[in-house]
């Protein structure tokens, strides 16, 4: 079975662009996650959906960030315009409907804004 | 909401002593507590988890603890080996909702 696939995997912006990263669950899971890592703040939630509806989109985030479930195995996260401190490692995770159990990560979109 | 705290946020040990992280959760609510692995240029991985019925749970040479009362779970490696080298995340969530990590832990385990 394929894993949570993210694309890019590498991504260079120069400030004020829009850009948008693409995460596919593992087939058949219902909540999804996107978290922004960095070395200080660890790992901040972003966004989190079950079955496509937007649960929680994390309050500091809610400005320039965007997330979006358009079906269920297909997601977006949209930044615009970017800022250089939105330089991090963007990992989307997926978790089976039954709403506990294990995340499964991505491999991680690698943002850096110029 | 939910906030996690995680000390240390750098340990350094020797081969085969062992190793613990400390964790300390705010909402009361909170009754699932995992652990993540995650390697250099790794995503993380799950390694153990422990639920609120439960005060101890061992995986092999990893020991988890979880003093509800006092809202603090902490995660112990026995034997520790240079693979154990690795960041390393709590996290806390009431089951069925989102998961709340804390800032990281990187064990660095010298041979």
């Known amino acids: 079975d394929a894993g949570v696939t993210q694309t890019p995997r590498h991504e260079v912006a120069e400030k004020g662009q829009t850009i948008i990263l693409k995460c596919e669950p593992v087939s058949g899971h219902n909540d999804l996650f996107w978290y922004r890592q960095t070395k200080i703040q660890g790992l901040e939630l972003l966004s989190y959906f079950r079955s496509k509806s937007l649960m929680e989109d994390g309050g500091a985030f809610k400005d320039r960030f965007k997330a979006e479930m358009l079906n269920s195995s297909f997601s977006t996260l949209k930044i615009q315009p970017t800022e250089p401190k939105d330089s991090a490692v963007y990992l989307c995770?997926?978790?089976?409907?039954?709403?506990?159990?294990?995340?499964?990560f991505g491999e991680g979109s690698k943002l850096t804004v110029l | 909401g939910e906030q996690v705290e995680q000390l240390p946020s750098i340990l350094r040990v020797q081969e085969r002593s062992s190793a613990s992280i400390n964790c300390t959760y705010e909402?009361?609510?909170?009754?699932?507590f995992p652990w993540y692995k995650q390697e250099p240029g790794e995503n993380p991985k799950l390694i153990i988890d422990i639920r609120s019925n439960m005060e101890r749970k061992q995986i092999q040479g990893l020991i988890v603890l979880l003093d509800k009362k006092a809202k603090r779970f902490s995660l112990h490696i026995t034997d520790t080996q240079p693979a154990d080298s690795a960041m390393y995340f709590c996290a806390a969530s009431r089951m069925g909702y989102k998961l709340t990590f804390g800032t990281g832990t990187s064990l660095l385990v010298d041979p």
């Open positions: 909402n009361s609510a909170s009754n699932y």
């Open positions: 995770a997926s978790r089976s409907g039954t709403g506990e159990g294990q995340l499964y």
